[in-house]
């Protein structure tokens, strides 16, 4: 059973006109907002969505069969707004 969450790419509800920079985080659905982890921040992420990092945004170490929730957010937003995404292992 997987133990790994990769990020490989974003889907972008509007293409954005230049690459960003993006801050990817990451928690268990039974902790508080105030437990996010940062996996990885000053990501490029292309206009396409692709990642432009080696390696890629890994979280490891998960526990199987747990909920967790990553959210990201766009470094250059003031304030921050963030998607979250729920990835059961």
């Keep these: ?12 509800p509007i293409t954005p006109a230049a690459p960003i920079e993006m801050t990817f985080e990451y928690k268990r659905f039974d902790e508080p907002d105030s437990a996010y982890a940062v996996i990885e921040s000053g990501v490029q992420v292309e206009t396409d969505g692709s990642i432009n990092a080696s390696p890629l945004p890994t979280i490891s170490g998960l526990d199987a069969g747990v909920l967790y929730y990553v959210r990201q957010s766009n470094d250059c937003d003031s304030p ?10």
């Design 80 to 89: 921050r707004d963030y998607f979250v995404k729920s990835v059961q292992l």
């Design 1 to 12: 059973m997987a133990d790994t969450i990769t990020i490989n790419s974003v889907n972008f």
